[in-house]
């Protein structure tokens, strides 16, 4: 890969990983619009390295009140957020073993990717605008966190952004945008993480276990593109809503459309 094709995926990855628009249908989109190769296992896991170094630092406080709370010390109402991302985490991670097992490369149409980025563009609006705010972060139930752990198994289809469904279902259950968005990136650390490692498996069961300079440059741009957009989206929904991304989706989405259409 040249160095621009490099910095383009790592950007693309690390800016749309965390906002509500789908990092794996834009990285799909990148790749067969500019008719560039697959990036391949490496590269994969150096984007996706540096994106969950991103979320792990700058929640860093979040992460160290949830495992204090696991201790006797720890305050009583965050013993259970640990157990609740744990465990919303099972579905999507049953889903996505059985998807990387059995194949996925019929999701990766570009018809598919525009029509989720479109439909669950247009959910995030509905949610977005009907939904109450009156939850916060410790107003996290079992209930509410298995349900948008649940809703993660539909960002396996690419467009549909795992980041926008996991924020679309609190807000239907009436989480503020920022308690949304915070839980939802929180519950990105173990999925991140375990895609990491299932493509670190790959990698080995490939041979192919160099660490080259294209990986460490890859990790690095992502995360500090993650890190901007992620700065960006707290400060943005502290004070607005999601119309941007929504127009934004709906715009890529009828895009896509009219460009496999005509």
């Given at each position: 890969?040249?160095?621009?094709?490099?910095?383009?995926?790592?950007?693309?990855?690390?800016?749309?990983?965390?906002?509500?628009?789908?990092?794996?249908?834009?990285?799909?989109?990148?790749?067969?619009?500019?008719?560039?190769?697959?990036?391949?296992?490496?590269?994969?896991?150096?984007?996706?390295?540096?994106?969950?170094?991103?979320?792990?630092?700058?929640?860093?406080?979040?992460?160290?009140?949830?495992?204090?709370g696991?201790?006797?010390?720890?305050?009583?109402?965050?013993r259970?957020l640990?157990?609740?991302?744990?465990?919303?985490?099972?579905?999507?991670?049953?889903?996505?073993?059985?998807?990387?097992?059995?194949?996925?490369e019929?999701?990766?149409?570009?018809?598919?990717?525009?029509?989720?980025?479109?439909?669950?563009?247009?959910?995030?609006?509905?949610?977005?605008?009907?939904?109450?705010?009156?939850?916060?972060?410790?107003?996290?139930?079992?209930?509410?966190?298995?349900?948008?752990?649940?809703?993660?198994?539909?960002?396996?289809?690419?467009?549909?952004?795992?980041?926008?469904?996991?924020m679309?279902?609190?807000?239907?259950m009436?989480?503020?945008?920022?308690?949304?968005?915070?839980?939802?990136?929180?519950?990105?650390?173990?999925?991140?993480?375990?895609?990491?490692?299932?493509?670190?498996?790959?990698?080995?069961?490939?041979?192919?276990?160099?660490?080259?300079?294209?990986?460490l440059?890859?990790?690095?741009?992502?995360?500090?593109?993650?890190?901007?957009?992620?700065?960006?989206?707290?400060?943005?929904?502290?004070?607005?809503?999601?119309?941007?991304?929504?127009?934004?989706?709906?715009?890529?989405?009828?895009?896509?459309?009219?460009?496999?259409?005509?």
């Open positions: 890969m040249t160095l621009l094709q490099l910095a383009v995926l790592a950007i693309v990855q690390g800016i749309t990983e965390f906002l509500p628009i789908s990092s794996s249908g834009h990285l799909i989109l990148t790749s067969q619009v500019l008719g560039w190769p697959d990036q391949g296992l490496q590269i994969d896991i150096a984007v996706h390295a540096g994106t969950l170094l991103a979320v792990i630092v700058y929640f860093w406080r979040d992460i160290m009140r949830i495992l204090t696991l201790t006797e010390t720890g305050r009583a109402n965050t259970p640990a157990a609740m991302i744990i465990v919303a985490t099972i579905p999507v991670g049953v889903a996505g073993f059985a998807l990387h097992k059995f194949g996925q019929g999701l990766r149409d570009p018809a598919v990717i525009a029509w989720a980025t479109l439909g669950f563009g247009i959910l995030l609006h509905v949610a977005d605008r009907f939904g109450m705010t009156l939850r916060r972060m410790e107003h996290m139930s079992w209930g509410a966190a298995i349900l948008i752990g649940f809703s993660q198994v539909l960002a396996l289809i690419p467009g549909t952004s795992r980041s926008g469904i996991t679309t279902a609190a807000r239907f009436g989480f503020e945008r920022d308690a949304a968005a915070r839980f939802s990136m929180l519950l990105s650390i173990p999925v991140i993480a375990a895609a990491t490692l299932l493509a670190g498996l790959d990698v080995h069961e490939s041979g192919d276990l160099a660490l080259t300079q294209a990986t440059i890859a990790a690095a741009m992502s995360f500090v593109s993650a890190m901007i957009a992620i700065w960006l989206l707290m400060a943005w929904l502290r004070r607005a809503t999601f119309a941007p991304f929504v127009y934004y989706r709906i715009a890529l989405g009828l895009g896509l459309l009219a460009w496999i259409h005509l």
